[in-house]
């Protein structure tokens, strides 16, 4: 299984990226996937994560009305849409595929993971 995330980039405060995931080697509509994140010196923590059809999401409070993530499964893609960016939403943005076709905030719930894109907020 292979998770190839892409998008990140240097983006000033308010501004909007959206991050892309690409997954091949299992059955993508089978399994819930989710978005997490890194900071410097911090832990990983969740940012959010969608269905295994797509009909679910769930946001950490951080990034709730500013991210939004969706799902593309005849493309085997999902993506995250993130507006509104501010300095501390800077980190190493991670997708990664549930083990089942749920959501789960704990990053115990994921079985494989995309290697990771930076993502940088800053003037």
């Known amino acids: 299984v292979q998770l190839q995330a892409s998008g990140g980039g240097l983006v000033q405060p308010g501004g909007s990226l959206r991050l892309s995931c690409a997954a091949s080697?299992?059955?993508?509509?089978?399994?819930?996937m989710g978005w997490f994140r890194q900071a410097p010196g911090k832990d990983r923590e969740f940012v959010g994560g969608?269905?295994?059809?797509?009909?679910?999401?769930d946001y950490a409070d951080s990034v709730k009305g500013r991210f939004t993530i969706s799902r593309d499964n005849a493309k085997n893609l999902v993506y995250l849409q993130m507006n509104s960016l501010q300095p501390e939403d800077t980190a190493v943005y991670y997708c990664?595929?549930?083990?089942?076709?749920?959501?789960?905030?704990?990053?115990?719930?994921?079985?494989?993971w995309g290697q990771g894109t930076l993502v940088t907020v800053s003037s």
């Open positions: 080697g299992r059955t993508f509509s089978s399994y819930g």
């Open positions: 969608i269905t295994k059809s797509g009909a679910g999401t």
């Open positions: 990664a595929s549930s083990r089942s076709g749920s959501i789960m905030r704990n990053s115990a719930g994921y079985q494989y």
